[in-house]
């Protein structure tokens, strides 16, 4: 997946916030009005849009002599395609995601264990602070100090 330039990103993001209202895409004018504060010409975000489209990251489909765009992916999952971009610039993957892991939040952290959780299955196991979902089915679950 490719980064996004400053222009690219500001037009995606009108996208995204326009996905749900708009299923059947926003057409250049619109993209434009609605980045209004950046007071860009109709051909400059045109170009932008049709680059967008040349990467992938975008879909247009032809509505009379207009083309209509919408993004190609949530931007979710390209900010998750990015993370795992990120973590194959070099290195230890291994590393890189305790690093990540240790700074994240309480509440990110739950997020993660859940979202693990879900994804390999979790298993609940007698722990010492109690009953412990463990998303590691196979490994011991991991306690409170070990897991921040």
Same mark, same amino acid.
């Given at each position: 997946?490719?980064? %996004?330039?400053? +222009?690219?990103?500001? =037009?995606?993001? =009108? ?10 895409? *926003?057409? =250049?004018?619109? @993209?434009?009005?609605? +980045? ?11 170009? *932008? +849009? ?6 992938g990251m975008v879909q247009r489909e032809r509505e009379g002599r207009a083309w209509r765009y919408r993004p190609a992916a949530t931007r979710e999952a390209h900010i998750a395609q990015l993370m795992l971009e990120a973590l194959d610039l070099g290195g230890s993957r291994d590393a890189a ?6 700074? =994240? ?5 739950? @997020? +993660?264990?859940?979202? %693990? ?6 298993? *609940? ?24």
């Open positions: 997946m490719t980064r %996004l330039g400053d +222009l690219e990103r500001a =037009v995606m993001d =009108v996208l995204w916030d326009a996905a749900p209202a708009s299923s059947g895409g *926003v057409t =250049v004018r619109e @993209v434009a009005d609605a +980045l209004d504060g950046r007071e860009l010409a109709y051909t400059t975000v045109m170009t *932008v +849009l049709d680059r967008l489209a040349g990467k995601l305790v690093r990540f892991a240790r700074s =994240v939040t309480g509440t990110e952290a739950d @997020v +993660l264990r859940a979202a %693990l959780g879900a994804e390999a299955g979790a298993t *609940v196991e007698d722990g010492p602070a109690g009953r412990v979902e463990n998303p590691r089915p196979g490994r011991p679950a991991l306690d409170e100090a070990t897991d921040r």
